[in-house]
């Protein structure tokens, strides 16, 4: 049947009228806003989802807002944060110049928020409202669980603690602590129950907690990814006992990986105490955006939101679960919320990622130690103990937690240590798996050389020079110098400029080589001392009270993996 032409006419007059009525009565959003949200992969399906239903219905109501969200490593944004102030946190060193800062940060624990705001970052808050949950769990293989008395039993990290030490067969993996908040809640927690487990006995605590650090240190992967791959692929004998035995990681990352229908299926065990859960805060970093920010940040309270969660293994903000959730076997039937879980202190936090960078990183060192006269001066703070006998017990602490896989060295300076030189070996650099009695005899027996004064200058770049003859590639190859004073060295030697002009053309960019200068007490030179390492690459620490150079020192270790460069 053929329409006539009067017919055609009305047609397109009236799809004509139906586009102009469909035109104005929805808003125009040529200018709509925008707000970017950065998130954990893990946790940004349900995000896009609830972004765009809310978007939707903002556009409904005549409000037009356009929402991205994207994925971005937590560890990269808190770099990229940090550096704004130039910062750094350790263990996760510089921002990569990639990253892409949001005006709403959605990391996946609050312990990255406290770990910046401690280190000075006043542009992040120091808290923010969560909107998921995901508890911390060890993560282990079925058959290996039930050797632990799971289902039945309650699983403690003493318990973990005490098998370990008492089972070589049983593997402990974790992901690296300082850039994964599943690996840093995991280390808190057995580092605590390591400590615990000595008794009372100061000494024999620090044995047992550092003997379960090196056991983390051995397993650990740099990405989850690569962690989750080292579980056993088959319930046999031998692959059990050669793949990973047990790992802290999220509830979410079991629920997952069984999802995948994998051989030998995960069994998540809710061990106590408690680890500190994710718990995905959401941070608004752009004040521009406050206002936006805080209406979607409403949406996320709600039924729909935390169903989408549930879909992605992730419950809500109070520990409920959603729709499509696949609770785990021997869940417990209520969490603990924000509101009754406290964060550890950061002090705390940061003093323990120190120790561990200290034992994971491979090194080859030289200790330089001042033995001049005023090394003598004794320590009010330290019961009467000299500078020397601070100095010396801070690095016997550090020793210990050296594996021997590092090489290590010992000088002393003052002046005219050996014949007209100002410096002498007392250890050459060598693995401590061969020398470290020798170098804890050597502690022993150093002196300070009364009416001794500090040939600083001369020593540095005599120290610089030997690690650099004998550099190892594969290694982080430092000198690191202890001093109590300014360059005094009656017999004239190298000026500061002087120097600073010999590193820089001893410096080779295919060796690179850290200096790290530590002064103790209140009359070092750290204007200088900050201008030879911001030269040549590394880091100045100072200890106004000498009673504190333990806690410098490992600070002072864990520089090396920040990766700092000559300025």
């Known amino acids: ?64 807002v356009d929402i991205e969200v994207f994925d971005e490593d937590p560890a990269d944004v808190a770099a990229a944060l940090a550096g704004k102030t130039n910062k750094t946190l350790t263990g996760v060193g510089q921002a990569n110049g990639k990253t892409r800062v949001p005006d709403v940060w959605v990391a996946d624990s609050s312990l990255w928020l406290q770990r910046l705001h401690a280190a000075g970052a006043q542009s992040v808050p120091a808290d923010a409202k969560s909107i998921a949950r995901s508890p911390l769990v060890l993560a282990m293989p079925e058959p290996i669980a039930t050797t632990f008395g799971w289902p ?77 791959q080292k579980f056993p692929r088959g319930s046999d004998a031998t692959t059990l006992s050669s793949g990973l035995s047990v790992a802290p990681l999220s509830e979410q990352a079991v629920i997952q990986y069984n999802g995948q229908q994998p051989p030998v299926r995960l069994a998540a065990l809710y061990a106590e105490p408690a680890a500190p859960a994710l718990d995905y805060p959401y941070a608004v970093l752009s004040n521009d955006k406050a206002s936006i920010a805080n209406e979607l940040l409403k949406s996320l309270d709600s039924q729909g939101f935390r169903d989408k969660l549930g879909a992605v293994g992730l419950r809500g903000a109070d520990g409920s679960a959603g729709k499509g959730f696949q609770t785990p076997a021997n869940a417990p039937a209520a969490l603990a919320t924000p509101a009754t879980t406290q964060l550890p202190d950061a002090a705390a936090v940061e003093g323990l990622l120190t120790k561990w960078q200290a034992i994971t990183l491979p090194a080859r060192m030289l200790a330089v130690i001042d033995v001049s006269g005023s090394m003598l001066e004794p320590v009010p703070t330290a019961g009467g103990a000299t ?37 002498k070996q007392v250890v050459p650099i060598g693995p401590l798996a061969g020398q470290r009695t020798q170098c804890l005899q050597a502690l022993a027996t150093i002196q300070p050389k009364r009416n001794g004064d500090t040939a600083l200058y001369d020593t540095i770049l005599a120290a610089y020079k030997a690690v650099q003859e004998g550099y190892e590639s594969g290694r982080v190859n430092s000198i690191i110098v202890m001093t109590d004073g300014e360059n005094d060295d009656p017999a004239g030697g190298l000026s500061l400029e002087q120097l600073i002009a010999e590193l820089k053309k001893t410096a080779d960019p295919a060796k690179p080589i850290q200096v790290i200068l530590i002064g103790i007490g209140d009359k070092v030179g750290e204007a200088q001392m900050r201008q030879i390492t911001d030269a040549v690459g590394g880091g100045t620490f100072v200890a106004p009270d000498p009673a504190k150079i333990g806690d410098i020192f490992l600070q002072a270790i864990a520089l090396r993996s920040q990766g700092t460069q000559p300025k």
């Open 1 to 64: 049947m053929k329409l006539g032409a009067a017919t055609v006419a009305v047609l397109v007059v009236l799809a004509g009228s139906w586009y102009a009525f469909r035109k104005y009565s929805q808003p125009s959003c040529g200018n709509a806003a925008k707000l970017s949200i950065g998130a954990p992969a893990d946790i940004v399906p349900a995000l896009k989802d609830q972004a765009t239903e809310w978007s939707r219905q903002a556009r409904r109501d005549h409000n037009c």
């Open 152 to 228: 039945q039993k309650q699983i403690t990290y003493p318990d973990l603690i005490g098998k370990v030490a008492a089972d070589q067969k049983v593997r402990v993996g974790i992901v690296e602590p300082s850039r994964d908040a599943t690996g840093l809640g995991g280390l808190l927690t057995l580092a605590a129950a390591a400590q615990a487990a000595g008794g009372g006995d100061a000494t024999q605590a620090t044995q047992v907690a550092t003997a379960a650090l090196r056991a983390l240190a051995a397993g650990r992967s740099s990405l989850r990814a690569d962690l989750m």
């Open 387 to 423: 500078r020397m006998q601070v100095t010396l017990e801070a690095a016997r602490k550090g020793m210990s937690l050296f594996d021997d896989s590092w090489a290590l060295g010992l000088w002393v300076f003052s002046t005219l240590l050996d014949g007209n030189k100002d410096y």
